[in-house]
Protein backbone atom coordinates (compact mmCIF):
# COMPACT_ATOMS: atom_id res chain seq x y z
CA UNK A 1 0.00 0.00 0.00
CA UNK A 2 1.08 3.86 -0.92
CA UNK A 3 0.79 6.95 1.09
CA UNK A 4 -2.30 8.41 0.13
CA UNK A 5 -4.06 9.93 2.89
CA UNK A 6 -7.21 10.49 0.61
CA UNK A 7 -7.75 6.47 0.59
CA UNK A 8 -10.09 4.85 3.09
CA UNK A 9 -8.17 2.32 2.74
CA UNK A 10 -4.91 4.09 3.92
CA UNK A 11 -6.98 5.94 6.36
CA UNK A 12 -8.08 2.05 7.62
CA UNK A 13 -4.67 0.52 8.26
CA UNK A 14 -1.55 3.47 7.19
CA UNK A 15 1.18 1.60 9.11
CA UNK A 16 1.99 -0.70 6.71
CA UNK A 17 2.88 2.45 4.06
CA UNK A 18 4.67 3.40 6.84
CA UNK A 19 6.97 1.18 7.62
CA UNK A 20 7.61 1.22 3.90
CA UNK A 21 8.34 5.17 3.97
CA UNK A 22 10.14 4.80 7.09
CA UNK A 23 12.36 2.46 5.71
CA UNK A 24 12.72 3.27 1.71
CA UNK A 25 11.84 6.73 1.58
CA UNK A 26 11.66 8.71 5.36
CA UNK A 27 12.11 12.29 4.11
CA UNK A 28 10.33 12.33 0.99
CA UNK A 29 8.19 14.88 -1.21
CA UNK A 30 4.67 13.76 -1.86
CA UNK A 31 3.30 14.98 -5.39
CA UNK A 32 0.04 14.99 -4.57
CA UNK A 33 -0.09 16.69 -1.43
CA UNK A 34 2.51 18.48 -2.35
CA UNK A 35 3.95 18.45 1.39
CA UNK A 36 7.24 16.78 2.27
CA UNK A 37 6.49 13.64 4.65
CA UNK A 38 8.61 13.08 7.44
CA UNK A 39 8.01 9.62 8.91
CA UNK A 40 11.21 8.36 11.64
CA UNK A 41 10.73 9.18 15.03
CA UNK A 42 14.19 10.59 15.05
CA UNK A 43 13.39 13.15 12.71
CA UNK A 44 9.77 13.98 13.59
CA UNK A 45 10.24 14.71 16.97
CA UNK A 46 13.07 16.69 16.24
CA UNK A 47 11.11 18.87 13.53
CA UNK A 48 8.89 19.63 15.89
CA UNK A 49 11.07 21.21 18.24
CA UNK A 50 12.33 23.41 15.61
CA UNK A 51 12.12 26.50 15.70
CA UNK A 52 12.78 27.13 11.30
CA UNK A 53 9.73 25.39 11.07
CA UNK A 54 6.00 27.17 12.12
CA UNK A 55 3.11 26.42 12.43
CA UNK A 56 2.24 29.91 10.35
CA UNK A 57 5.06 31.37 8.36
CA UNK A 58 2.51 34.92 7.88
CA UNK A 59 4.63 36.45 10.88
CA UNK A 60 7.62 36.62 8.77
CA UNK A 61 6.19 36.58 5.09
CA UNK A 62 3.11 37.29 3.00
CA UNK A 63 1.33 34.93 0.95
CA UNK A 64 2.59 36.04 -2.12
CA UNK A 65 6.31 36.30 -0.12
CA UNK A 66 6.18 32.49 0.35
CA UNK A 67 4.88 31.31 -3.05
CA UNK A 68 1.17 30.84 -1.77
CA UNK A 69 -1.93 31.97 -3.34
CA UNK A 70 -3.57 34.42 -1.53
CA UNK A 71 -6.45 33.04 0.57
CA UNK A 72 -9.77 33.27 -0.45
CA UNK A 73 -12.07 36.49 0.99
CA UNK A 74 -14.95 34.36 2.24
CA UNK A 75 -12.55 32.46 4.66
CA UNK A 76 -11.66 35.29 6.54
CA UNK A 77 -13.83 35.02 9.08
CA UNK A 78 -12.60 31.65 9.87
CA UNK A 79 -8.68 32.76 9.97
CA UNK A 80 -9.49 35.24 12.30
CA UNK A 81 -10.99 33.06 14.85
CA UNK A 82 -8.53 30.25 13.94
CA UNK A 83 -5.20 32.55 13.97
CA UNK A 84 -6.74 34.30 17.31
CA UNK A 85 -6.06 30.86 19.06
CA UNK A 86 -2.44 30.09 19.97
CA UNK A 87 -1.96 26.91 17.66
CA UNK A 88 -1.46 28.66 14.57
CA UNK A 89 0.28 31.56 15.62
CA UNK A 90 4.28 31.51 16.10
CA UNK A 91 6.41 34.00 18.94
CA UNK A 92 6.35 36.31 19.87
CA UNK A 93 2.59 35.84 19.61
CA UNK A 94 2.52 32.42 20.71
CA UNK A 95 4.58 32.78 23.74
CA UNK A 96 2.28 35.79 24.93
CA UNK A 97 -0.76 33.61 24.92
CA UNK A 98 0.09 30.40 26.07
CA UNK A 99 1.90 32.09 29.13
CA UNK A 100 -1.94 33.88 29.97
CA UNK A 101 -3.78 31.01 28.77
CA UNK A 102 -1.78 28.89 31.59
CA UNK A 103 -2.35 30.93 34.06
CA UNK A 104 -5.78 30.18 33.54
CA UNK A 105 -5.68 26.43 32.47
CA UNK A 106 -3.26 25.55 35.71
CA UNK A 107 -2.27 21.91 36.65
CA UNK A 108 -3.90 22.10 40.03
CA UNK A 109 -7.28 23.14 38.31
CA UNK A 110 -7.09 20.65 35.45
CA UNK A 111 -6.68 18.30 38.24
CA UNK A 112 -9.54 19.56 40.55
CA UNK A 113 -11.89 17.93 37.71
CA UNK A 114 -10.81 14.41 38.55
CA UNK A 115 -13.93 14.48 40.46
CA UNK A 116 -16.70 15.74 38.33
CA UNK A 117 -14.95 13.33 35.39
CA UNK A 118 -15.15 10.05 37.07
CA UNK A 119 -18.28 10.88 38.23
CA UNK A 120 -19.65 11.65 34.44
CA UNK A 121 -17.52 8.41 33.05
CA UNK A 122 -19.50 6.53 35.92
CA UNK A 123 -23.02 7.56 34.43
CA UNK A 124 -21.89 7.56 30.67
CA UNK A 125 -20.61 3.84 31.28
CA UNK A 126 -23.20 2.57 33.61
CA UNK A 127 -26.10 3.63 30.98
CA UNK A 128 -24.58 2.34 28.19
CA UNK A 129 -24.25 -0.82 30.21
CA UNK A 130 -28.18 -0.71 31.33
CA UNK A 131 -29.08 -0.55 28.00
CA UNK A 132 -27.23 -3.41 27.12
CA UNK A 133 -24.81 -1.77 24.62
CA UNK A 134 -25.07 1.08 21.79
CA UNK A 135 -23.03 3.50 20.08
CA UNK A 136 -19.69 3.67 22.62
CA UNK A 137 -18.61 6.83 20.61
CA UNK A 138 -22.07 8.24 20.86
CA UNK A 139 -23.14 7.51 24.42
CA UNK A 140 -19.61 7.53 25.83
CA UNK A 141 -16.62 8.82 24.11
CA UNK A 142 -18.43 12.39 22.64
CA UNK A 143 -20.53 13.42 25.56
CA UNK A 144 -17.60 13.14 28.15
CA UNK A 145 -15.50 15.62 26.98
CA UNK A 146 -17.61 18.04 25.29
CA UNK A 147 -19.32 17.96 29.08
CA UNK A 148 -16.03 18.43 30.63
CA UNK A 149 -14.62 20.92 28.71
CA UNK A 150 -18.16 22.98 28.45
CA UNK A 151 -18.51 22.67 32.18
CA UNK A 152 -15.22 23.83 32.79
CA UNK A 153 -15.43 26.93 30.27
CA UNK A 154 -19.06 27.55 32.38
CA UNK A 155 -20.89 26.98 28.90
CA UNK A 156 -24.78 26.90 30.36
CA UNK A 157 -26.39 23.13 29.87
CA UNK A 158 -28.88 24.30 27.48
CA UNK A 159 -26.55 25.69 24.56
CA UNK A 160 -23.80 22.42 25.19
CA UNK A 161 -25.62 20.61 22.13
CA UNK A 162 -24.55 23.32 19.94
CA UNK A 163 -20.61 22.72 20.71
CA UNK A 164 -20.22 19.30 18.98
CA UNK A 165 -21.59 20.40 15.24
CA UNK A 166 -19.60 23.73 15.43
CA UNK A 167 -16.60 22.30 16.38
CA UNK A 168 -16.69 18.97 14.19
CA UNK A 169 -17.39 21.74 11.31
CA UNK A 170 -14.64 23.79 11.70
CA UNK A 171 -12.46 20.98 12.14
CA UNK A 172 -12.70 20.32 8.95
CA UNK A 173 -10.90 22.68 7.38
CA UNK A 174 -8.16 20.22 9.18
CA UNK A 175 -8.30 18.19 6.53
CA UNK A 176 -6.13 18.36 3.34
CA UNK A 177 -7.50 20.29 0.65
CA UNK A 178 -11.18 20.54 2.01
CA UNK A 179 -14.19 20.81 -0.66
CA UNK A 180 -15.52 24.34 -1.43
CA UNK A 181 -19.12 23.17 0.78
CA UNK A 182 -16.78 21.90 3.73
CA UNK A 183 -15.08 25.41 3.89
CA UNK A 184 -18.46 27.44 3.81
CA UNK A 185 -19.91 25.38 6.70
CA UNK A 186 -16.65 25.93 8.90
CA UNK A 187 -17.01 29.70 8.01
CA UNK A 188 -20.23 29.75 8.89
CA UNK A 189 -19.41 28.14 12.32
CA UNK A 190 -17.15 30.95 13.14
CA UNK A 191 -19.02 33.04 12.87
CA UNK A 192 -21.57 31.69 14.83
CA UNK A 193 -19.54 30.08 17.57
CA UNK A 194 -17.50 33.31 17.71
CA UNK A 195 -20.71 35.32 18.45
CA UNK A 196 -21.74 33.25 20.96
CA UNK A 197 -18.54 33.30 22.69
CA UNK A 198 -18.10 36.79 22.35
CA UNK A 199 -21.96 37.49 24.18
CA UNK A 200 -21.06 34.86 27.09
CA UNK A 201 -17.49 37.02 27.98
CA UNK A 202 -19.25 39.90 27.74
CA UNK A 203 -22.27 38.50 30.48
CA UNK A 204 -18.87 36.84 32.25
CA UNK A 205 -16.63 39.88 32.41
CA UNK A 206 -20.11 41.95 34.00
CA UNK A 207 -20.76 39.25 35.99
CA UNK A 208 -17.99 36.56 36.42
CA UNK A 209 -18.07 33.04 37.60
CA UNK A 210 -16.16 30.22 38.91
CA UNK A 211 -15.21 29.25 34.79
CA UNK A 212 -12.60 29.52 32.71
CA UNK A 213 -14.40 31.97 30.78
CA UNK A 214 -14.80 34.29 33.37
CA UNK A 215 -10.64 33.77 34.25
CA UNK A 216 -10.06 34.24 31.15
CA UNK A 217 -12.27 37.48 30.68
CA UNK A 218 -9.98 38.67 33.97
CA UNK A 219 -6.59 37.77 32.49
CA UNK A 220 -4.77 41.61 31.24
CA UNK A 221 -3.68 41.17 28.05
CA UNK A 222 -5.89 39.09 26.28
CA UNK A 223 -8.44 40.53 23.47
CA UNK A 224 -11.46 39.61 22.95
CA UNK A 225 -10.61 37.75 19.76
CA UNK A 226 -7.71 35.95 21.46
CA UNK A 227 -10.24 34.82 24.59
CA UNK A 228 -12.56 33.49 21.42
CA UNK A 229 -10.29 32.22 19.82
CA UNK A 230 -8.05 30.57 22.84
CA UNK A 231 -11.63 28.89 23.67
CA UNK A 232 -12.56 27.63 20.45
CA UNK A 233 -9.32 25.78 20.39
CA UNK A 234 -9.83 24.54 23.74
CA UNK A 235 -13.52 23.03 22.50
CA UNK A 236 -11.95 21.78 19.31
CA UNK A 237 -8.56 19.97 20.77
CA UNK A 238 -10.70 19.55 24.03
CA UNK A 239 -13.18 16.92 22.82
CA UNK A 240 -12.38 16.22 18.71
CA UNK A 241 -9.01 14.49 19.17
CA UNK A 242 -10.24 12.73 22.73
CA UNK A 243 -13.39 11.13 21.06
CA UNK A 244 -11.37 9.56 18.44
CA UNK A 245 -8.42 8.38 20.65
CA UNK A 246 -11.29 6.69 22.99
CA UNK A 247 -12.91 5.02 20.05
CA UNK A 248 -9.60 4.18 18.63
CA UNK A 249 -8.70 2.86 21.87
CA UNK A 250 -11.69 0.34 22.12
CA UNK A 251 -11.40 -0.64 19.35
CA UNK A 252 -7.67 -1.71 19.73
CA UNK A 253 -8.56 -3.63 22.69
CA UNK A 254 -11.47 -5.32 21.02
CA UNK A 255 -9.12 -6.00 18.33
CA UNK A 256 -6.44 -7.65 20.56
CA UNK A 257 -8.44 -9.34 23.42
CA UNK A 258 -5.34 -11.25 25.16
CA UNK A 259 -4.62 -7.32 25.75
CA UNK A 260 -8.09 -6.51 27.08
CA UNK A 261 -8.53 -9.77 29.32
CA UNK A 262 -4.94 -8.18 30.71
CA UNK A 263 -6.73 -4.83 31.88
CA UNK A 264 -9.92 -6.81 33.10
CA UNK A 265 -7.74 -8.85 35.24
CA UNK A 266 -5.64 -5.28 36.40
CA UNK A 267 -7.01 -1.63 36.45
CA UNK A 268 -3.75 -0.84 37.75
CA UNK A 269 -2.55 -0.97 34.32
CA UNK A 270 -4.87 1.74 33.57
CA UNK A 271 -2.27 4.64 32.88
CA UNK A 272 0.66 2.80 30.81
CA UNK A 273 -2.67 1.58 28.83
CA UNK A 274 -3.87 5.09 28.03
CA UNK A 275 -0.49 5.58 26.85
CA UNK A 276 0.43 2.42 25.25
CA UNK A 277 -3.48 2.99 22.98
CA UNK A 278 -2.10 7.04 22.26
CA UNK A 279 0.76 5.30 20.62
CA UNK A 280 -0.48 2.16 18.72
CA UNK A 281 -3.57 4.42 16.80
CA UNK A 282 -2.22 7.98 17.57
CA UNK A 283 -6.15 9.97 16.75
CA UNK A 284 -3.84 12.86 15.29
CA UNK A 285 -1.81 10.84 12.97
CA UNK A 286 -0.36 14.17 11.18
CA UNK A 287 0.56 17.76 11.78
CA UNK A 288 1.57 19.81 9.23
CA UNK A 289 4.68 22.59 9.51
CA UNK A 290 6.04 24.93 7.23
CA UNK A 291 9.58 25.95 6.43
CA UNK A 292 10.55 29.62 7.50
CA UNK A 293 14.30 28.62 6.54
CA UNK A 294 16.10 25.86 4.75
CA UNK A 295 16.88 22.53 6.87
CA UNK A 296 18.57 19.57 6.15
CA UNK A 297 16.64 16.44 7.33
CA UNK A 298 18.29 12.96 7.44
CA UNK A 299 20.84 14.42 4.52
CA UNK A 300 17.54 16.05 2.85
CA UNK A 301 17.79 19.64 2.31
CA UNK A 302 14.12 21.14 2.84
CA UNK A 303 13.81 24.38 1.07
CA UNK A 304 11.99 27.52 2.97
CA UNK A 305 8.98 27.85 2.06
CA UNK A 306 8.19 24.22 1.95
CA UNK A 307 5.11 22.47 3.97
CA UNK A 308 6.33 19.29 5.81
CA UNK A 309 3.67 16.78 7.42
CA UNK A 310 5.15 15.51 9.99
CA UNK A 311 3.75 11.42 10.76
CA UNK A 312 3.35 11.21 14.22
CA UNK A 313 1.58 7.51 13.95
CA UNK A 314 4.48 6.70 11.74
CA UNK A 315 7.06 8.38 14.50
CA UNK A 316 5.05 6.24 17.18
CA UNK A 317 5.53 2.32 15.77
CA UNK A 318 9.19 3.33 14.65
CA UNK A 319 10.98 0.36 15.72
CA UNK A 320 14.26 2.50 16.21
CA UNK A 321 12.23 3.42 19.61
CA UNK A 322 9.43 0.80 20.23
CA UNK A 323 10.76 -2.70 20.70
CA UNK A 324 7.82 -4.82 18.33
CA UNK A 325 5.76 -1.69 17.58
CA UNK A 326 3.38 -3.15 15.52
CA UNK A 327 2.31 -5.43 18.51
CA UNK A 328 -0.14 -3.93 21.42
CA UNK A 329 1.48 -3.94 24.64
CA UNK A 330 -0.53 -2.45 27.82
CA UNK A 331 2.58 -2.75 30.28
CA UNK A 332 5.08 -0.71 27.64
CA UNK A 333 7.56 1.57 29.46
CA UNK A 334 9.12 3.49 28.79
CA UNK A 335 7.02 5.14 25.88
CA UNK A 336 8.19 7.84 24.37
CA UNK A 337 4.72 8.48 22.14
CA UNK A 338 4.65 11.68 20.40
CA UNK A 339 0.47 12.02 20.58
CA UNK A 340 0.54 14.76 21.81
CA UNK A 341 3.11 16.84 19.88
CA UNK A 342 6.35 18.07 21.34
CA UNK A 343 8.06 21.58 21.78
CA UNK A 344 6.46 24.79 22.00
CA UNK A 345 3.16 23.59 20.46
CA UNK A 346 2.84 20.64 22.72
CA UNK A 347 -1.21 19.87 23.91
CA UNK A 348 -1.83 22.42 26.46
CA UNK A 349 -4.56 20.00 27.20
CA UNK A 350 -3.18 16.48 27.46
CA UNK A 351 -2.99 15.92 31.31
CA UNK A 352 -6.46 16.83 31.03
CA UNK A 353 -7.12 14.28 28.28
CA UNK A 354 -5.36 11.81 30.08
CA UNK A 355 -7.66 12.03 32.54
CA UNK A 356 -10.40 11.81 30.57
CA UNK A 357 -9.30 8.79 28.84
CA UNK A 358 -8.28 6.73 32.38
CA UNK A 359 -11.48 7.88 33.64
CA UNK A 360 -13.53 6.86 31.20
CA UNK A 361 -11.55 3.48 30.52
CA UNK A 362 -11.73 2.75 34.40
CA UNK A 363 -15.60 3.36 34.06
CA UNK A 364 -16.36 1.58 31.25
CA UNK A 365 -14.27 -1.70 32.89
CA UNK A 366 -16.09 -1.43 36.01
CA UNK A 367 -19.66 -0.86 34.45
CA UNK A 368 -19.41 -3.26 31.28
CA UNK A 369 -16.91 -5.63 32.09
CA UNK A 370 -18.03 -8.06 29.16
CA UNK A 371 -17.66 -5.29 26.77
CA UNK A 372 -18.07 -6.79 23.24
CA UNK A 373 -17.95 -5.82 19.52
CA UNK A 374 -21.73 -5.73 18.21
CA UNK A 375 -20.20 -4.83 14.18
CA UNK A 376 -17.35 -4.27 12.74
CA UNK A 377 -17.09 -0.25 12.28
CA UNK A 378 -15.71 1.79 9.54
CA UNK A 379 -13.30 4.60 10.13
CA UNK A 380 -14.46 8.33 9.12
CA UNK A 381 -12.99 9.56 5.66
CA UNK A 382 -10.44 12.16 7.24
CA UNK A 383 -7.16 11.47 8.27
CA UNK A 384 -5.65 14.70 9.77
CA UNK A 385 -8.16 13.77 12.71
CA UNK A 386 -8.46 10.18 12.56
CA UNK A 387 -11.12 8.71 13.90
CA UNK A 388 -14.19 6.01 14.21
CA UNK A 389 -17.58 6.79 12.77
CA UNK A 390 -19.48 5.06 15.09
CA UNK A 391 -18.63 1.68 17.74
CA UNK A 392 -21.31 -0.44 18.13
CA UNK A 393 -20.97 -3.06 21.20
CA UNK A 394 -22.99 -5.03 23.57
CA UNK A 395 -22.45 -6.12 27.19
Same mark, same amino acid.
Given at each position: ?????? &?? =??? $???????? =???????????????????????????????????????????????????? !??? *??????????????????????????? &??????????????????????? $????????????????? =????????????????????? %????????????? *?????????????????????????????????????? &? !?????????????????????????? !??????????????????????????????? @?????? %??????????????????????????????? $???? $? &???????????????? %???????????????????????????? @????????????????? @????????????? *????????
Amino acid at each position: MSYDPW &SP =EFV $ADPYPAYA =ELRRDRPVHFDEPTGQWVVSRHEDVNALLRDRRLGRTYLHVASHEEFGRPPE !AEF *LAPFWRLIRAGMLDVEPPDHTRLRRLV &SKAFTPRRVEGLRTRIRELAGEL $ARGLAERGGGDLLAEVA =EPLPVTVIAEMLGIPAADQPL %LRPWSAQICGMYE *LDPPDETQRTAVRASVEFSEYLRDLARARRADPGEDLI &S !ALAAVEGLTEDELVGTCVLLLNAGHE !ATVNATGNAWWALLRNPDQLERLRADHGLIP @TAVEEL %LRYDTPAPMFERWVLEDVEVAGVRVPRGAEV $ALQL $A &SANHDPAVFAEPETLD %LARDPNPHVGFGAGIHFCLGAPLARIEL @TESMGALLRAAPDLRLR @TEPKWKPGFILRG *LESLHVEV
